[in-house]
């Protein structure tokens, strides 16, 4: 597991120092691209500006038994990282079509932009919002969850039930509304769909079936079910804390 947080630190120590190489003197552009809170603020590209995935936090069995080693492995190194893969690919089309004038695929591009983007940004989320190890929310973050929502419990059962009611695959999202000072929940289909501009994403949940399909076959709702006993509400509150600051 030290392992695991070592390659995590290292990869996000990468990516200040690119940030120091931009040519804008590294304070300033440190200071531009992680305002707050740095250990939050989620790194999608490797020290040469592509989409990278960062590293684990856990070992892959650290998730057992909800979640089994086989699914976690498969989800971080097939699924997330083909979105990445395909990200980047997306991004050389445009250049492409930038430096050749040609934008006949246009269409093609951007939607394979949006999707996949989307699938890097959700997923190296969602790897931050699990933990062997999980902790009930308290602080800030219970204040606001029990002002916008009324209790824990509620927003449980709506996270839980709008989670579990995502049409086909997608997501179960509590985010944060700068522009009004709410917490809300979402539901999102593939990785960009049903979303409300401006929200910060705080938790959320998978439930693609590739994020549960060995263990759980077709039974969404059990793993759902299981999800709250993995579930990192310190990454979240830190993941509020940061967005109230914003
Ligand atoms: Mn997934």
Known sequence: MDL???????????TVIVAGTLGLGSRMAEAQIMPRSVAYLD??????????????????????????AKTVE???????KGYVTNANKAEEGLVKAR????????????KELAFN????????????????KSVEPSGALLTAINRDFGSLNNLKAQMGSATLAVEASGWGVLGYLPATGKLLVLQCENHQKLSVWGIIPLLVIDVWEHAYYLNYQNRRADYIANIPKILNWENVAARYEAAVAV
């Not at 498969?74 to 997330?80: P, V």
């Not at 989307?118 to 933990?131: A, E, F, M, R, V």
């Open 74 to 80: 498969l989800h971080y190194t097939a699924h997330h």
């Open 99 to 110: 430096e050749t004038g040609d934008y006949a695929l246009i269409k093609h591009y951007e």
């Open 4 to 14: 695991h947080m070592n390659t995590r630190r290292k990869f996000l120590q990468d």
């Open 117 to 132: 983007l989307s699938g890097h940004i959700l997923h190296s989320i969602y790897w931050t919002n699990l933990t062997p």
């Open 43 to 68: 790194k999608l590209t490797d020290a040469s500006g592509k989409y990278a995935q960062a590293p684990l936090a856990f070992a892959y069995n650290a998730l057992e038994p909800v979640i089994d």
